[in-house]
């Protein structure tokens, strides 16, 4: 089967996330930047964080499924999985928010990007064991920042025992390793027109 319907319900389950996430942001109690910072400064700042993970996730899903548009019961069941850790985030993004970044929020976040980057660990693996898989495994090689990141998570949830603001710099680390476009996907379908499905 197509992957269209899939697509389509992963991207409604994202903007929802999404939508959850800015809901959560608490009005400034004045009228001045001092109030908007008081209130609200921190919250913006988690809320950027995870609003660029849910960008990263969609991106590097819709070059995934550009890849490989044909799914089975096992990619959506492993989809699903990717999708109950990010539908997470708005609960732990508040947490952390609402507790001025504490030790167990810290922690939990942390836990929360990591479960959502081993589940798209194991949504690529089905895929890459179905037939056509190999072009996606040529296509990301290595994949050295997909190994890296939940090396960076588990050092961030380390971290956090020191000191819990300490914790969250290895999570802004991935966020911003992400954001460097991650070409590899669109490059191998460039250089191989002939081999798509």
Known sequence: MRSSRLEAFSDGVLAIIITVMVLG?????GETFA??????????LTYLLSFIYIGIYWNNHHHLFQLHPHVNGSVLWANLHVLFWLSLYPFTTAWLTETQVALAPTVVYGLNLLGAAIAYFILQSVIIR????????????????????PVLYVLGIGLAFVMPWLGIVPYVAVAVMWLIPDRRIERYIRTHPDDQS
């Open 25 to 29: 942001l608490a009005a400034p109690d």
């Open 130 to 149: 179905r037939p056509g898989g190999d072009r996606l495994r040529a296509a990301i090689g290595k994949d050295v920042k997909g190994w890296l990141s």
């Open 35 to 44: 109030a908007l910072w008081q209130t609200t400064g921190l919250g913006l």
